[in-house]
């Protein structure tokens, strides 16, 4: 008896697959077989295949991954700046979505290799009421309740660290009235009355598409607000948790812009979860709707088995190319890469060099 096995394997675009049909002999003889057959094709297939996304049976059914490609490697944790970070969050008893989220940057943000080390920061505590299929952050339907002394204390931490830029986010707190939305503006508000020069982005939660409360955090003196898209409107029921939806995501965008004009907005897209082309496309479209003026792609990587499959590993070249596409768009900034994360190494970019010249314009009148 005789069975076909095919192994699929993606070239540079989704559109171009070559299979490979191996017979299917006795176990001790399926290895070499496939050895032989992968031996005989040329050199640059055999290294594509090795940077693609390669699922293969087992003799029991189960399915292997390769891998990670190369370029998804990132720098190691370590280094003086790193520890001093670590430190001074662990002994202020801070969240971050560095550790939280498990972000492959954490070593090159908090290492600050070009003399400035980076965190994100996490109010509202580290549970969230939400249950994202991509998000290792954990969930609680009744989470411990939000501490009223973090927005200062949170603001004297960021004050004394020295940093010019600094990102705030949270969990979702859909057990709060207010979705925690006070909280959070209370939070920027004590950071720049402790230090009125430094820029401040939010990455916040969609506080259920109320819009009093995204007015709220939009005019509590924040530079950036940033709320993710995550990724295109088809997957976003499988994404994202049943209570956020793609279009209150562009709703809030649109909102946070009318509360108050000139703010920059700023969203997210993560790529391998089985996008096409064509709905990255459309999202951007969508994007530059509600007039965001930042977007960030950013490979996405499955933090457990419970989590989301993956479903293909973007090459550098297709992020340069969306990065190409969004700026041709019109949008003011655009970061793209495999291991760019929404709130990546945000100061270190063009971004503050936007905010500072729309500062200097505003005290000039121009």
Not at 185 to 203: F, G, I, S, Y
Not at 241 to 248: E, L, P
Not at 319 to 347: D, T
Not at 361 to 366: C, E
Request: a neutral charge.
């Amino acid at each position: 008896m005789k069975a076909c096995s095919t192994i699929t394997r993606h070239l540079s675009a989704p559109s171009k697959v070559v299979a490979v049909c191996a017979s299917h002999f006795a176990s001790n003889t399926r290895l070499e077989n496939l050895r032989q057959q992968l031996k005989e094709e040329d050199e640059a297939g055999i290294a594509e295949l090795k940077a693609a996304t390669i699922m293969k049976s087992s003799s029991k059914g189960k399915k292997a991954r390769v891998p990670k490609p190369s370029w998804l490697k990132a720098r190691p944790t370590e280094g003086e700046d790193y520890h001093r970070l670590r430190d001074t969050v662990r002994r202020l008893g801070l969240a971050t979505v560095c550790e939280e989220a498990r972000c492959p940057n954490i070593g090159e943000c908090w290492g600050g290799a070009d003399g400035t080390a980076t965190a994100t920061i996490m109010i509202m505590g580290d549970t969230c009421t939400r249950g994202c299929s991509f998000c290792s952050v954990k969930t609680s339907r009744a989470p411990p309740p939000l501490d009223p002394k973090e927005p200062e204390n949170v603001a004297q931490a960021i004050a004394e660290w020295g940093l010019d830029y600094v990102v705030l986010t949270s969990v979702d707190r859909d057990d709060q009235p207010d979705q925690g939305s006070e909280h959070f503006a209370q939070t920027v508000r004590n950071l720049k009355a402790r230090k009125p020069d430094l820029l401040v982005e939010c990455l916040t939660p969609d506080f259920r598409g109320q819009l009093d409360l995204i007015s709220n955090v939009a005019r509590s003196g924040l530079d950036v607000f940033a709320h993710n898209l995550e990724t295109v409107e088809r997957l976003t029921p499988r994404v994202r948790d049943h209570r956020a939806s793609y279009h209150q995501s562009l709703q809030v965008l649109a909102e946070a812009k009318s509360a108050k004009p000139g703010l920059i907005t700023k969203s997210s897209l993560m790529l391998g979860l089985g996008e096409k082309p064509e709905e990255i496309d459309q999202t951007l479209q969508d994007l530059r709707k509600v007039d965001c003026d930042v977007v960030t792609f950013g490979q996405y990587l499955r933090p457990t088995k419970r989590h989301m499959p993956l479903k293909e590993y973007i090459t550098p070249e297709v992020f340069e190319a969306w990065q190409n596409a969004a700026e041709g768009m019109g949008f003011k900034y655009v970061a793209s890469g495999p291991l760019v994360r929404s709130s990546y190494r945000a100061g270190e970019f063009f971004l503050k060099a936007l905010l500072e010249e729309n500062k200097a314009k505003a005290s000039t009148g121009n």
